[in-house]
């Protein structure tokens, strides 16, 4: 387990002390860090982060890789290979999965960092970001009316086949995008392009957030604005989900809805009772 231990940041030597709450936030931690909308670069990073909490997160399939490693799992054993990582992501931020990714825009997920006075006292924060919307310009059209047409080269598909011949009487068939559309199954004249927009059909937008913490919050608690995610033509706008971040306290640790603090006292204290002030986090 050394590998997906590591993976994951947590540096134990032995898995029955890693709770499921230690695991659940190193993974959300983790997977904002190296989420493709974030780090396209990284596709592969997330998604062995997300095979390595897959893996953790189940006994079966921990017991599987403990006996035959990685390729134990992946030939089908403990519920069928390896699942998602997008899934597994939406799982814990939200998105339906892989059909509602296509009717609608993709989430956009931000982690605030907040401290355990803010859980506990509540608080309102704001937050600045940029978003996508459609161009008011040319609404979302991308240029002039009519100057949009479907592309001749895929035929509005937005995606090319090419037939290759490996040996006579055998030919490989090649798909891949669109060159002379990029993908999009229609094009425009540079002449006709909207100026606004440059014929992307959106614009980047700043955006503030009001974000109202409530009292009794918990560390990774999401809080969603609907329809507040990127816009695209064509699609539903998604969600941005706010993920809080609990930094440590100096002096009080939260487990379940109890506080928790050490108190160093002397022996003659411990054998004899005492009282000391203590101050609260709402002073």
């Known amino acids: 387990m050394a590998v997906f231990a590591l993976t994951l940041d947590l540096l134990r030597d032995n898995l029955s002390f890693m709770r499921a709450e230690e695991l659940k936030k190193a993974y959300r931690k983790l997977a904002l860090k190296y989420h493709p909308d974030k780090n396209p670069n990284e596709g592969e990073k997330f998604k062995q982060i997300s095979q390595a909490y897959e893996v953790l997160s189940d006994a079966k399939k921990r017991e599987l890789y403990d006996k035959g490693g990685e390729q134990a799992i992946k030939e089908g054993g403990a519920g069928g290979g390896f699942g998602s990582p997008m899934d597994i992501f939406d799982m814990f931020f939200g998105g339906g999965g ?94 006709y392009r909207c100026k606004s927009c440059n014929g992307r059909k959106i614009v980047r937008e700043k955006k503030i957030l009001e974000v109202h913490i409530d009292k009794g919050m918990k560390d990774g608690q999401k809080i969603t604005f609907h329809g507040e ?55």
Do not use: W
């Open 98 to 191: 892989r059909m509602q990714r296509e009717r609608r825009g993709k989430n956009v997920v931000h982690q605030l960092t907040v401290t355990l006075e803010d859980l506990y006292n509540g608080a309102a924060r704001k937050l600045a970001l940029q978003k996508n919307v459609i161009c008011d310009k040319c609404e979302g059209r991308g240029g002039k009316k009519g100057a949009v047409e479907c592309c001749p080269n895929c035929r509005g598909t937005g995606m090319q086949i090419r037939i290759h011949q490996i040996v006579p009487g055998m030919v490989q068939q090649i798909q891949s995008v669109c060159m002379e559309c990029q993908g999009h199954g229609e094009r425009i004249s540079p002449k």
């Open 229 to 283: 995610g990127d816009q695209e033509p064509g699609l539903e706008p998604g969600d941005i989900i706010i993920v809080l971040d609990q930094k440590d306290h100096a002096v009080f640790t939260r487990r379940g809805e109890d506080l928790f603090m050490c108190m160093d006292i002397q022996l003659v204290e411990a054998l004899c009772g005492f009282q000391k002030p203590i101050s609260t986090l709402d002073n």
